[in-house]
């Protein structure tokens, strides 16, 4: 049922007609940065729509006492990140971003289908990566800039999801971000 809303939502091209040499380049030095520590998909397929890639990060924190069936605690961290391209309809990648977050990524990606994450689990950052080369309006700013989704589990008890929202007009070296993915936002701008 997810898919088929994503479906109405996205655009059906291949890999190589999504974006334009500026946006090529920088994607590809996102890659060159991010492969030190994450394992990449390019291109990623959700439902029939291609995206320019995928992202995941896993951290294991564990304590253990003397030896390791002696464990005190054990926290796991997960970063999912996908890449997407905007051509047009600004808007439109930046509503499907936001649904791509909460309705998909935080399902299939965190909770795995499930009612909760997994055991251990301490927080996702669900990220979703627009890249465009077009003027980016005052409105669009001012919504990636409020966005925010925070997703509790059991009171905390099983860790939390949060959205990060990142907007790239890579053309004129623009970087808009959510609340939450201010943090990214040195690490984005060096990539140009």
């Known amino acids: 049922m997810v898919l088929k809303k994503i479906n109405?939502?996205?655009y059906k091209k291949s890999y190589n007609e999504w974006y334009t040499?500026?946006?090529r380049e920088y994607f590809d030095k996102l890659l060159d940065v991010y492969k030190s520590s994450f394992d990449l998909t390019v291109p990623y397929n959700i439902g029939g729509i291609e995206y320019l890639g995928y992202g995941h990060l896993y951290s294991?924190?564990?304590k253990y006492v003397l030896v390791k069936s002696a464990k005190l605690w054990s926290a796991n961290a997960f970063e999912h990140l996908i890449f997407m391209e905007s051509?047009?309809?600004l808007k439109e990648k930046i509503d499907e971003a936001k649904f791509l977050i909460s309705e998909y990524m935080e399902e299939n990606f965190v909770r795995k289908g499930e009612k909760y994450p997994v055991p251990d689990h301490m927080y996702s950052f669900l990220t979703v990566?627009?890249?465009t080369n077009d003027k980016i309006d005052s409105n669009i700013k001012e919504e990636v800039r409020r966005y925010k989704f925070t997703k509790n589990y059991l009171f905390t008890i099983r860790g939390y999801s949060e959205g990060r929202l990142v907007l790239?007009?890579?053309k004129e070296e623009e970087i808009i971000l959510s609340k939450?993915?201010?943090?990214l936002e040195e690490f984005f701008r060096d990539s140009f």
């Open 60 to 62: 294991n924190s564990t």
């Open 180 to 183: 939450s993915a201010q943090k």
């Open 168 to 170: 790239v007009n890579v």
């Open 87 to 89: 051509h047009g309809d």
């Open 8 to 10: 109405t939502i996205g």
């Open 21 to 23: 040499m500026e946006i």
């Open 129 to 131: 990566v627009v890249l």
